[in-house]
């Protein structure tokens, strides 16, 4: 199981348990659906910042990792890689293929 993953299930489990933790406190009623989400939002950040920090580091990396393999493969290939000047160059040298017989509709 990839890093991003695992992270986003443990997040989302830490969510369900602050959930049931309030619903179980007493934020029962209908009127207090929005307070009862609203507070398990905010209790499972702040528990999330602490309990998961292993598991941020962990998807912190490998999406480090992935880019700068990426930035590793990119400049391997160099040459065939084209910069917005080479592109906008390219486009003024081109002869224009639409013809133009005054009209603008």
Request: charged share 35%; net charge negative; with cysteine.
């Amino acid at each position: 199981m990839n890093a991003f993953l695992r992270y986003t299930v443990l997040r989302l489990l830490v969510f369900l348990g602050c959930l049931l933790l309030l619903w179980l406190v007493g934020l029962r009623g209908e009127e207090q659906r929005l307070l009862l989400v609203v507070l398990a939002a905010l209790l499972s950040m702040v528990v999330s910042y602490f309990a998961l920090r292993r598991f941020r580091e962990d998807y912190s990396a490998q999406l480090a990792s992935s880019i700068e393999k990426r930035t590793e493969d990119r400049r391997e290939r160099g040459g065939d890689v084209r910069t917005d000047e080479q592109a906008e160059d390219e486009e003024s040298v081109r002869p224009e293929t639409a013809r133009d017989d005054g009209d603008f509709r």
